[in-house]
């Protein structure tokens, strides 16, 4: 069984700071990472991907990887009331090109 | 462009009801997905179809059946419902590059 494992939180941080987002994966050929935002009664909406070759930075949004010890991190800088989300982040694993495996999600709350 | 769409919204059945939920996507995607999400559990596929004419087994298939009835549309039927097929139901869709998934609204079922 291929994992994804996520602190549920809830993460609070104050408005301006950097919001730090971690997931671990189990299956070390995993190919690429998704970082997805779920507002409450709302459909998940892809934030940024990243190969296993490589970070990435979007805006106030940056995804890092650690294949050493299998992990994905998304920071979010400047932290903002409208972040507040749940974030999925979703792994394709190797021999499964179509298919993606979510975690459970982190609740993350910006305090005015 | 709708982009994917979901029906029926809200759906309340009782047990052993039969009912089937639509999706529909406009964007010429090749790739559609059918998933639940349940509090603390994350996204779990059910189904996926890699093109018109083909479907195959997610995670938790059993209880559901599928059907990609055109390159537009691709349908979730549940034959006899159960309590634990209460949920929140998202479909989905990619295009090629597969480097993202778009979901729809939502379906939200509760079945008594």
């Known amino acids: 069984q291929k994992e994804v494992e996520q602190n549920s939180g809830p993460l609070s941080v104050p408005e301006g700071a950097i919001a730090s987002l971690n997931c671990t994966y189990s299956d070390r050929g995993s190919q690429s990472f998704f970082w997805y935002r779920q507002y409450s009664g709302k459909s998940p909406e892809l934030i940024m991907f990243i190969y296993s070759n490589g970070d990435k930075e979007d805006g106030r949004f940056t995804a890092q990887l650690n294949k050493a010890s299998q992990y994905v991190s998304l920071l979010i800088r400047d932290s903002q009331p409208s972040d507040s989300a749940t974030y999925l982040c979703a792994v394709r694993h190797s021999g499964s090109a179509r298919q993606l495996t979510f975690g459970s999600g982190t609740q993350l709350t910006v305090l005015p | 462009n709708a982009g994917v769409t979901q029906t029926p919204k809200f759906q309340v059945l009782k047990t052993g009801q039969s009912m089937t939920l639509q999706c529909a996507q406009d964007?010429?995607?090749?790739?559609m997905y059918w998933y639940r999400q349940d509090p603390g559990m994350g996204l779990r596929l059910i189904y996926y179809?890699?093109?018109?004419?083909?479907?195959d087994k997610g995670e938790v298939p059993n209880g559901y059946n599928v059907s990609r009835l055109n390159k537009r549309e691709f349908s979730l039927r549940l034959e006899s419902a159960a309590p634990s097929q209460t949920s929140v139901y998202f479909c989905?869709?990619?295009?090629?590059?597969?480097?993202?998934?778009?979901f729809g609204p939502g379906t939200r079922l509760t079945v008594l």
């Open positions: 179809s890699a093109s018109e004419g083909t479907t």
């Open positions: 989905a869709s990619a295009g090629i590059a597969l480097n993202e998934q778009f």
């Open positions: 964007m010429n995607h090749n790739s």
